[in-house]
């Protein structure tokens, strides 16, 4: 292999599903902006907050998920517990097969994404229908999503039309609303057939044990309003300490996530349905996974599970635009994912190694995360990771004659004047791989090598810069 | 833990002295939500899409009928084998935020959470005194009932190439009566 698998997979992108990425993402982000900062004096202090509130309940799970358990025992939900993606799919089918259900409807979760669920659950033989658009489209197409708020990103209204028409849903309409209209039509009667409905969470509330579900098409309600069963399955990390705390993280959450004030459908769930209602599930589960998360815990990068996946930093991020989500071959993409990612192989993270690498380090990720994530510290932490477990870099060039360079300063500064030859020599022709491959697309700057020390040495005011004279005082000491 | 006063997550210059229903209206016109206060105009626009045929919560139709035509079929049960029969569900609201524009639908209040979400037209109907200023004060509100939705214009996707479509699964109009 010539690149990393994730440079390897963006070099061979279609030009249509690059300019798809790029677009659906720039726009969400310059939304998001103008939204937070019009409104907010201090819009920098909600997401400051948020990450503390976030990062108290991550660091005190052990607390927090027992007083979750017994709030919703008391709501009068079954709760159970999943430590793998196979645990949790197993759970759901045995719900299932204890009510003699055969068809669920699913409303969009990551979680479920993780563990694959609606696969598994086919090969048992159940129904497990997707009834978010965008992931409808996914599974009749058997795609993968590519974003984690806008599954379908990297397609356009043409694909989507001819997979319908492929899928019996009509003759060929790339009208964006007549594809919505035709979703309508079919899913609304799978929904009031079907005996179950799967949710994810996006907050649970350890003072109320309430579930708290954003969707925007209505078809999570859908859901818990056609169905008579509801599980939901959600990571350990979704909890929030108290009610109080919602307002503030569903004022992030929309804004990061869709540039929305408000989610359309903002549900507040502490149980089954109200004796007097007679839509709605009687009976609750909720599946709390682990899946990884606890290894993620025990590691220095503990901080990524804050995440309330807004997907803020897919949209932000420069790499995400031009390789698109596909690229980074797990459920979750992005900045996000090529930390998160790596981290729930456990054992195997090798295999996904590339992704942290595969960074400009450019910090859009930090300022745009409504938990205040320091996604660049933590992908730094992984790439020193990688090199101690010595994980192969291909197309990585070989840094070690830098290391040497770099830490002797006699052959730096002989290399900062010995640089200058590379003005006279012809680069394009030079039999480097890697410099071929930037050369065909950019020039190489001229060489200035030394430049800087010299005007550090001769600038005026040179005081103004100086450490103070303590700390030189100690750094003598320490020679 | 952080500690912080929730007018931290209160949008700012949005309230001020302002009357709460002026800026729910205000706000739930941007999500292109309708909010009315005259059932008069609410029965007119419904003729003139042709929307006559409904399922009213049985609570509300005593004070509404009145207004409504025999021209109007209107159900106070709702069937679920007449799912695509009914252009316009009305059911009670428990409240609203002005905020948001947002209409807050309970287990208690709310006659049937189908009735809310099926029909093509959803029109909530909701008490002027019972408008939140804003989401900290509707969560502190939630009170509780079991299960508590609250709904911030018609139902919507932008799941194909980034263009907005309303009616995806719920309500493609969404009007709230304030009464």
Redesign the interface.
Known sequence: MRFQQIDQFAAELKADTRA?VY??SK??HEKRTKLLFD???DPD??RR?AG??KQ?VVENLDTYLPQVEAKLKA?GVIVHWAATAEAANQAVLGIMRARGATKMVKAKTMVSEETELAHFLEKHGMEALE????EF?VQIDGDHPSHIV????HK??RE?ATSFEKNGLGAYNDD??T???R??HF???K??EADVGLTGANFVSAE?G?LVLVT????S??C???TKCHIAMVGIEKIV?R??D???F??LLARSG?AQ??????????????P?????PEEMHVIFVDNGRTEVLASDCRDILRCIRCGACLNVCPVYRQASGHAYRSVYPGPVGAVLSPLMMGNKFPQKADLPKASSLCGACHEVCPVNIPIPDLLLRLRNRAKEENVPSPGTPPMGAWAVLASQPTAWRASLFGGKIINYLPTKLLPIPALRAWEAKRSLPAWRGGEFRKWLKTRKGRADFSPPASSRAEAKKAD | MPDYTTELAVMRQMMGSRDGLVVFSERLALVNGIALTDPVALVARLRENKWLHGYCDPALWPALAPHFGADFKVDTTYDRKRVDDYAFGITRAVGAIAETGTIVLNDATTSRRLGALTPWVHIAVVERAKIFSDLPEAVAGLGQDTNVIWVTGPSKTADVEGILIEGVHGPGIQIALVV
């Open positions: 798809a677009d659906g726009k969400g409104e907010y004096a202090r909600l907050i503390e509130v108290h709501n009834t978010d658009l965008g489209i806008k599954p379908i990103i356009n209204r989507i964006p609303q594809i919505t209209r979703a309508r899913l609304r009667h929904y009031l109320s309430r925007n098409e209505g078809n309600r859908f818990l309003a056609a300490p009610d109080y919602l307002a503030l569903l004022n869709t004030e408000l989610t359309v459908y903002t549900e507040f769930i502490s149980g089954p349905k109200s007097t209602q007679p839509d709605g």
